[in-house]
C-alpha cells in the first residue's frame, strides 16, 4: 500500500524520470534522491536533489521508511524497468503511484502499485490497471478495461471501452484500440495503429493496412 506521506526516491534520470519529477515537484513532493548511475548530463528539472550513483544505494533506507519511483522509460523489447521493479518488490520496497494533477481519474477505477498516470491521461469507471503500468500523456483508458502489469500506453494512444491487455503490453504513440479487444501478453502495437481484432500473444502489429468498402 503506497502512502502519499513518505520521502521517494527516483530510479533513473533520463527522460521519463524528468516528466515524473517535474509533475512530484509541482506536487511538493519530498524526493529524498534520484539515482543516476551514469555521468549522464543532469536536466534543469533535477537542480537541487540529491544525486545518488548506485541503485543499490536505496539499501540504506528501510522498506518501511521510503517510496521507489521507477524512472526508466519503457521503449518495445527493453526489459530493464521491468526487471528493476520486480528486484525491488522482492526487496520488500514499494512504489509510488504519480499521478499528475492534470489526469482525469475516475474514483470507480483501480490502480495498482507503481502505476504512472501522466498530464492529461484519462482513465474512465470500472478500469483495473496492474502494477507498474505507465498511462502516458493525454492517453485515454475508456470504462471498464482490464490493464495488465507493466504495460506502456504511449502518448496520445486510445483503448476504447472493455479491452484487455495482458501483461508487458507496449501500446504505441498515437494507437488506437477498438471496444472489447483482447491483447495477449508481451504485445507491441505499431504507433498509429488501429487495432479491431484480437491479438495473439507475443507479436508486434504494425503498419497501415486501410480498407475500402463500396458503399
Ligand atoms: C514519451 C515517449 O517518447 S514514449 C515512447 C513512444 N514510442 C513508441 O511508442 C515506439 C513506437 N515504435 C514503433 O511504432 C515501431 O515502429 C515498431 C515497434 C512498431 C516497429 O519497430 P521495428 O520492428 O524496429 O520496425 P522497423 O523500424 O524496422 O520498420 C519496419 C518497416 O515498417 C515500417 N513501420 C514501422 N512502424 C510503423 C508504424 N507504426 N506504422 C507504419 N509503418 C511502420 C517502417 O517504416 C519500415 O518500413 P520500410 O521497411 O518500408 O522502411
Not at 25 to 44: E, F, T, W
Not at 129 to 144: K, Q
Request: proline residues 4%; contains cysteine.
Amino acid at each position: 500500500m503506497s502512502s502519499l506521506n513518505k520521502p521517494l526516491i527516483i530510479l533513473g534520470a533520463g527522460g521519463h524520470a524528468a516528466v515524473l519529477v517535474d509533475i512530484l515537484r509541482q506536487q511538493r513532493r519530498d524526493i529524498m534522491a534520484i539515482i543516476s548511475p551514469g555521468n549522464d548530463v543532469l536536466r534543469p528539472v533535477f537542480d537541487g536533489l540529491s544525486r545518488w550513483h548506485d541503485n543499490d544505494d536505496v539499501l540504506q533506507c528501510a522498506p518501511d521508511e521510503v517510496e521507489l519511483v521507477n524512472g526508466l522509460g519503457s521503449l518495445p523489447g527493453n526489459t530493464h524497468r521491468q526487471k528493476l521493479y520486480g528486484d525491488f518488490v522482492c526487496k520488500g520496497y514499494v512504489f509510488a503511484k504519480v499521478i499528475a494533477d492534470s489526469a482525469v481519474i475516475s474514483p470507480y477505477a483501480h490502480l495498482g502499485d507503481g502505476v504512472q498516470v501522466l498530464h492529461k491521461a484519462v482513465v474512465q469507471a470500472g478500469t483495473d490497471i496492474s502494477e507498474n503500468t505507465i498511462i502516458n500523456t493525454a492517453s485515454v483508458v475508456e470504462h471498464d478495461c482490464c490493464i495488465g502489469a507493466h504495460n506502456h500506453l504511449a502518448p496520445g494512444s486510445v483503448l476504447s471501452g472493455g479491452v484487455h491487455t495482458g501483461n508487458s503490453v507496449h501500446i504505441s504513440t498515437g494507437a488506437v484500440v477498438i471496444q472489447n479487444i483482447n491483447i495477449g501478453d508481451d504485445v507491441v502495437i505499431g504507433a498509429g495503429v488501429t487495432i479491431n481484432k484480437n491479438v495473439a500473444e507475443a507479436v508486434t502489429v504494425y503498419g497501415a493496412r486501410p480498407f475500402v468498402k463500396t458503399h
